[in-house]
């Protein structure tokens, strides 16, 4: 099994930054790649970011593409999420996945709203 935990959310103005932390715990080591997940009110569960452990190798959804960072520390076993430039159209529940030899894990996700 591997946890996942979420930190970092928060009420900021538009045009902040917030920089989201998923720390994993647990056999980390059949994980090969986490991502950031976010879900707005009323609307589906939508892909944001992803990163291979391996390589340190980063995928981004054509939405947050130029605004957002995903990176990791593999040696805390932690993955962050930069976010600049937030618009009131990323209010959303943000989730930390990862994928694993044995399944695929998801955090309790971390609030993150966006004022106008």
């Known amino acids: 099994q591997v946890q996942l935990v979420e930190s970092g959310g928060g009420l900021v103005q538009a045009g902040g930054s917030l920089r989201l932390s998923c720390a994993a715990s647990?056999?980390?080591?059949?994980?090969?790649?986490m991502g950031w997940f976010r879900q707005a009110p009323g609307k589906e569960r939508e892909f944001v970011a992803r990163i291979i452990w391996s390589s340190g190798s980063p995928y981004y959804a054509d939405s947050v593409k130029g605004r957002f960072t995903i990176s990791m520390d593999n040696a805390k076993n932690t993955m962050y999420l930069q976010i600049n430039s937030l618009k009131p159209e990323d209010t959303a529940v943000y989730y930390c996945?990862?994928?694993?030899?044995?399944?695929?894990?998801w955090g309790q996700g971390t609030q993150v709203t966006v004022s106008s």
């Open positions: 996945n990862a994928d694993g030899a044995t399944g695929g894990y």
């Open positions: 647990g056999r980390t080591r059949n994980v090969y790649a």
